[in-house]
C-alpha cells in the first residue's frame, strides 16, 4: 500500500532515491570502521579495538534506521553490497596504514564527508520535497556524526 502521508509520491520516491544513498554511505562507513576494528594493530590495538567497536555498534543502529525510515515511505531499501558500492560517495579503499591513527584519519575523513552530504540535504528534503520528518531525521544524522567525529578527531590531538 501506497503512504498517505502528505507528500506526493513523486516527492516521496525523491526522498526513498536520496536516502537509498546516504544508507549507502552508511553501509561503507560501518563496514570500513569494522575493518579498523578487526584490523587494528599498534601498542594502542587494544583502547583502539574496543573503540572502533563502540563506532560501529552506532553505525549497525544508524543503518538499520535509515532503511526502516526508506520502507516507512513506501519504498525498499537497498540491501546489496553492489547496489551500496554503486550508491555511496564513499570509497571502500582504505589509504592510511593499519594503525590507530591511519584508520582514524580515513574514517574522521568519511565521517566529515557524510557530514557534509546530510547537511546539503537538509533544505531539500524540507523545502523541495514537503518531507520535514525526512529533514529533521538527517539533522539527527548528522549532530551523531559530528559527535561521531569528534571523537575521532580528538584521538589525534
Known amino acids: 500500500m501506497e503512504p498517505k502521508i502528505g507528500i ?3 516527492n516521496l520516491a525523491k526522498v526513498a532515491h536520496a536516502l537509498n544513498a546516504i544508507l549507502a554511505d552508511e553501509f561503507v ?31 549497525d543502529e544508524i543503518v538499520d534506521s ?6 516507512s515511505l513506501g519504498h525498499y531499501a537497498p540491501a546489496t553490497l553492489k547496489s551500496f558500492l554503486q550508491l555511496t560517495h564513499l570509497s571502500e579503499q ?12 580515513e574514517l574522521l575523513n568519511d565521517h566529515e564527508s557524510v557530514i ?18 525526512t529533514s529533521d531525521y538527517i ?14 578527531r580528538s584521538h589525534l590531538r
Open 8 to 10: 506526493t509520491p513523486e
Open 29 to 59: 562507513l560501518y563496514t570500513k570502521t569494522r575493518n579498523a576494528h578487526w584490523n587494528i594493530e599498534g601498542p594502542d590495538f587494544h583502547s583502539k579495538h574496543l573503540f572502533f567497536e563502540s563506532q560501529y555498534n552506532e553505525l
Open 66 to 71: 535509515i532503511a526502516e525510515r526508506i520502507r
Open 94 to 105: 582504505l589509504h592510511e596504514k593499519n594503525d590507530g591513527d591511519g584508520f582514524i584519519r
Open 116 to 133: 557534509i552530504n546530510l547537511r546539503e540535504n537538509i533544505n531539500y528534503f524540507a523545502n523541495d520535497l514537503h518531507d520535514a520528518g
Open 139 to 152: 539533522t539527527g544524522l548528522m549532530e551523531t556524526h559530528e559527535k561521531m567525529a569528534w571523537m575521532l
